[in-house]
């Protein structure tokens, strides 16, 4: 089965800089895009960047600025996505997912990370 290790969450002041991790194990050949979501106490949850598991293309919404970068992470199944001029709405957790196809909606996703909570507070 599908297994993942998210990490690299915490406590970062406004204007600084942060990237998540996630690397996945198991039987992914049919999943093409792994995405990243956040979801902020009270708010909906929402998509913030795709890549193609081969590390050639990405997709973001216009919400993250041009803030977000998402990449493959080496040779391993994984992939980072750094976040610059962290703003205090960006507080929420943040989770990776595997889907088969392209999506903005978490529902197209198969399979999620636990989670990592980034918190931007001064």
């Known amino acids: 089965q599908v297994r993942f290790v998210e990490s690299g969450g915490g406590l970062v002041q406004p204007g600084g800089s942060l990237t998540v991790s996630c690397k996945v194990s198991g039987r992914t050949s049919n999943y093409r895009v792994m995405g990243w979501f956040r979801q902020a106490p009270g708010k909906e949850r929402e998509f913030v960047a795709g890549i193609n598991l081969n590390g050639f293309s990405t997709l973001y919404p216009d919400s993250v600025r041009g803030r977000f970068t998402a990449s493959r992470e080496g040779s391993m199944n994984a992939a980072d996505l750094k976040i610059e001029s962290l703003l205090p709405e960006d507080t929420g957790v943040y989770y990776c997912?595997?889907?088969?196809?392209?999506?903005?909606?978490?529902?197209?996703?198969?399979?999620w990370g636990q989670g990592t909570q980034v918190t931007v507070s001064s």
């Open positions: 997912a595997l889907g088969r196809l392209w999506s903005r909606d978490g529902n197209d996703y198969d399979y």
